[in-house]
């Protein structure tokens, strides 16, 4: 059996090689490409992304692509979203005015306002306002099981690479797989609905716990080829 596809979307914006670096070492093998016969051909879409959400929307549509992937959405193909790829998802942002995301998922992206980070400072608490975006590793916890999800073998409170302003807020809060803190707030880090997984942080950049949701994420298509889901 040949090793699962990934159409890795191409819209001009996000780190589109380290993710496809990414795939590689799992067995994925991935095309970057804005192409849509490449994309419905592909096992999988992996949708990635840095910068401004409505920039990635304006591209997207200008590449007639914003319908194709909701259809192939709609029709049960795995959908993999990576940072601002998470927030493309939901149904609208807030980022510069208000945007129409993909609407994959129900909810909206708002920007930290005022993160507060308390610390013991000669036994006495003290608050710090922390600086937005939020920039480094950061633990995702579980928010419900991960068996059977692409954080299946994710250690819990494992640390991951975040680099971000906003973060989304789905409407159902079971669609949540992961929360994180910065500050005083806890927001949604991933979240998996049926065939559509993302993640605000970045896993090709968080190491070999960033890894094992590629690795999880290769299995689980292959699991999808050997039962022929998918197939036409």
Sequence with gaps: ?????????????????????????VGIESNITADRT??????????????????????????????LLRD??????????????????MSESCEFGRHEGLNLIEGDVIRFESPVETRLIDGKPRDFN????????????EARSWDGTVLEHVTPGASMYFVHSFYVRPTDPSAVLSTSHYGHIEFCSSLQKDNLFACQFH????????????????????QRKLHGVGDS
């Design 72 to 89: 192939l959405a709609a029709a049960g193909k795995p959908m993999f979203g990576v940072c601002l790829g998470l927030q493309l998802f």
């Design 203 to 222: 896993p090709e950049r968080s190491g070999a716990e960033g890894l094992k949701i590629y690795r999880q994420f290769a299995q689980l298509l292959t």
């Design 1 to 25: 059996m040949s090793n699962p596809t990934a159409a890795i979307i191409d819209y001009g914006l996000g780190n589109l090689y380290s993710v496809q670096q990414a795939c590689g070492k």
């Design 38 to 67: 490449a994309i419905e051909a592909a096992d999988a879409v992996i949708l990635p992304g840095m910068g401004a959400f409505g920039d990635a929307m304006d591209h997207l549509r200008r590449l007639d692509l914003v319908h």
């Design 130 to 141: 922390l600086k937005v975006p939020l920039i480094g590793w950061t633990p995702i916890c």
